[in-house]
Each structure stands twice: as C-alpha cells, then as structure tokens.
C-alpha cells in the first residue's frame, strides 16, 4: 500500500501537486471538456481544507521544450479559480521555475493556490535521460517540502515533476491516485470472479503485454474491435478489407494457444457488421466473421457477437474493458461498443473501464456515472495492466 495525503501532517506545509490538466482545448484556447480538472479537485479541496499551501504542476500537450502561448496553462489556472472558488495565483513563465515563481512559493498563506506554467515548456521534463532530468526536478522540489502524486495519466513516465522530485522531498499519492491503484489492483490480483476482460483497438501488438498478463488472471477474455480480425486471420478465416496486423499473426496464434494452456475462454466475435467503405452512410450488412467477403471490411461486431459478450459480462463478478468493438465515433457502426457499455451498466459486477477510446465511449453514451471506476490514464493503465512497475507510484512512499 502506497501512502496518501491522509497519512501525513500537511498543515502548514508547502505541497506540491502533479496533477494531469493535459485538457483539450478549442482554437481559442477555451476548454472543451474539464474532466481532468474535476478529477484533481477533491485533493486539492482536500489539501486547502487541512491548511496546506498548495503548489500545482502539470503538462499540457506536446510544446516539446519550447515556450508558447497556445499551450499554456493559463485556461486552467482561470478554470480553477471558478471551481475552488478562490484565486489561483498563475503567470506564464518560460522557465517555470524563476525568482519571483520562488518567492511567491515562500509567500504563500494556509489555504493559497499557485498553478506553474507547463512543465513540458522545459525540455528536462520529459529528456529520456534521467541525469538530465535532474536539475529542473530539483528545482521544482526546491519550492516545497512534500510532493503529491495525483496525475495517474502521466504516472507510466519517468518526468522530472512526475517521478524526478521524489528524489527530494517526501512523495506520497493524492485520492485520484489512490482510486486508480486500489480498483485496478483489485481488478488483477483480487477481483470478483468470474472475471471478464474485453480488448479492443487495432494492433495486437499494442496490447500484447496486457493479453499476456491478462491470460493468467481471467476467467474470459473477450476480443473485439480491430485487432479481432487478426485473431480471425490467425484462425485462418477470410476479413475481406478488414483491418489487419498482418505482422502480428504468429503472435495471435501463440495467444489463442495461451489461452488454452491458462484455461481461459478466449472468445472472438461470430460475426460482424460490415461495409465497402469507411463511411457513416455506407451500406452495412451482417456477415459471419468467418468469412467476411472479399469487397467488405469489419467495422463492428455483429448482433449474434453482441449477444454473446453481453452473456459472459452479465455473469460476470469484475470487468475490465479497454477498447471499443467497432468505430463508435459512426452512429451506424458504435452499437456493439454501446452493447458492451449497457451490459456492463447494467451487470452489477465490479466494472472498471481502462481509459483511452473506452472512457470516451462510456462518457458518449452517457454511462460513466454507472460504472465502478473509470480510469483517467489510457496508457498508463495499459502498463499497469501489463503488471509493470509505473515510475509515478514506485516512488511513493509506502505505508
């Protein structure tokens, strides 16, 4: 168990935060969707509540070292400041890091917010050497006397403000962080049985780790979505112009055996809604996915396949979905992805959604609120899928 803010005397103290603010954001630098900002707020809330002075950090998009306005946070600091209800003291600062970002820091009152401009304007951040990392994370360490986790989004990367300041000051996790770990944990080392995953995505090869691991610990593994029809390929079936990992199928091969020598109950769709052409308004005709015809491609799974993985999440005790079926984004091809989404809505079982595609979906269909946990880090919670150590938690504090 990794320690969280509730483990220690933050009162008084000077705390920095890394949250995940990577929002997306309109031509006009206005905030389309403030998920990720909510999510941050009942550790910061927290955090005021208990008379901590409060240092918040995060990146936001890909500046790649080189200050710009388009990718400041300033849009969040303004957006924060109507949630929390007080002022986020913010100036935009190439550096990040200067004197009067140090002095306002040592200013700081019980209760006060400050928000640094994006990490990611120094090119330290995210350097692959970790050595060169090392200045800008002391720097950020230099300002506080605690770092808090909360930015479960970036916890799969060694960056100066995710990992780098640990080597300074006392690292514990925020209540995102928490969330994320204990239903993910509990997913894979201790889940409600019978316990069902359900990949989706395009490349095996992406997910070949998270297959792997997940083929110890399941009970079903339910494949959909693109990288279904190099299962079918590797089966020996006919796709037609579906999409196709074509490097990937020996390891498909060797997957479908995998299941067999876990005894798990590897299920690939039985048939699929299909089309000539990559278009909403495309004629689309159900076809068994065992021989898709040579003019069609796959673009979501079937009613029969709908029927089938509906079955195996009813039953289930604990699921765990990262993937949609088909091409969700076309009305005309989302309804298998939308299928897997009520069945899990509606199944009573433990059900955390991954991130990615999948969260986008569930938000879509308007049916995040009714399930268990939805991730906010796509890719970090493939890795910790995959059993991977993630650098963001190891270096927490452990209780």
């Known amino acids: 168990m990794k320690k969280t803010i509730k483990d220690i005397d933050v009162k008084g103290k000077i705390v920095l935060v890394r949250c995940d603010f990577n929002?997306?954001?309109?031509?006009?630098?206005?905030?389309?969707?403030?998920t990720r900002i909510v999510g941050a707020l009942p550790t910061i809330q927290y955090l005021i509540g208990e008379g901590a002075k409060i240092i918040l950090m995060s990146h936001l998009g890909r500046p790649d070292g080189a200050p710009s306005e388009a990718f400041s946070l300033?849009?969040?600091a303004e957006a924060l400041t109507k949630k929390l209800g007080r002022p986020v003291w913010f100036e935009s600062v190439a550096a990040v890091v200067d004197e009067e970002v140090k002095a306002k820091a040592a200013s700081l009152l019980p209760g006060e917010v400050m928000l640094l401009e994006n990490t990611r304007f120094r090119k330290e951040e995210d350097c692959k050497d970790k050595d060169a990392q090392r200045p800008f994370a002391e720097q950020l360490a230099s300002l506080a006397e605690v770092y808090?986790?909360?930015?479960?989004?970036?916890?799969?990367?060694?960056?100066?403000?995710?990992?780098?300041?640990?080597?300074?000051?006392?690292?514990?996790?925020?209540?995102?962080?928490?969330?994320?770990?204990?239903?993910?944990?509990?997913?894979?080392?201790?889940?409600?049985?019978?316990?069902?995953?359900i990949l989706g995505g395009a490349k095996v090869a992406d997910k070949i780790k998270v297959i792997e691991n997940l083929l110890k610990k399941v009970d079903t593994l339910l494949i959909g979505g693109g990288m279904a029809y190099t299962f079918l390929k590797a089966e020996g079936f006919e796709v037609g112009r579906s999409i196709l990992d074509a490097e990937s199928l020996d390891l498909a091969?060797?997957?479908?055996?995998?299941?067999?020598?876990?005894?798990?109950?590897?299920?690939?769709?039985v048939d699929?809604?299909?089309?000539?052409?990559?278009?909403?308004?495309?004629?689309?005709?159900?076809?068994?996915?065992?021989?898709?015809?040579?003019?069609l491609m796959g673009l979501d799974i079937g009613p029969e396949t709908i029927g089938l993985f509906a079955d195996r999440i009813a039953a289930a005790g604990t699921v765990f979905w990262n993937g949609p079926m088909g091409v969700f984004e076309m009305p005309a091809f989302a309804a298998g992805t939308r299928a897997v989404a009520e069945a899990m809505a509606a199944s009573g079982a433990v059900t955390v959604i991954g991130g990615g595609d999948s969260a986008a979906a569930v938000e879509q269909f308007g049916l995040a609120d009714k399930m268990t946990h939805v991730s906010t880090g796509g890719g970090a919670s493939l890795e910790f899928m995959e059993g991977k150590t993630l650098p963001g938690i190891a270096v927490i504090a452990d209780r």
Do not use: C, M, Q
């Open 272 to 295: 699929v809604n299909a089309a000539a052409a990559f278009e909403n308004d495309a004629p689309a005709f159900i076809r068994n996915a065992d021989e898709i015809p040579p003019d």
């Open 253 to 269: 091969k060797s997957l479908i055996e995998k299941a067999k020598e876990e005894n798990a109950e590897l299920l690939l769709p």
């Open 148 to 197: 808090v986790n909360d930015a479960f989004g970036s916890a799969h990367r060694h960056h100066a403000s995710t990992a780098g300041v640990a080597d300074y000051i006392p690292a514990v996790s925020g209540f995102l962080i928490e969330k994320e770990v204990k239903f993910l944990g509990e997913a894979l080392e201790n889940p409600k049985r019978p316990f069902v995953a």
């Open 74 to 76: 300033r849009p969040v």
């Open 23 to 34: 929002v997306p954001l309109n031509d006009d630098g206005v905030i389309t969707d403030d």
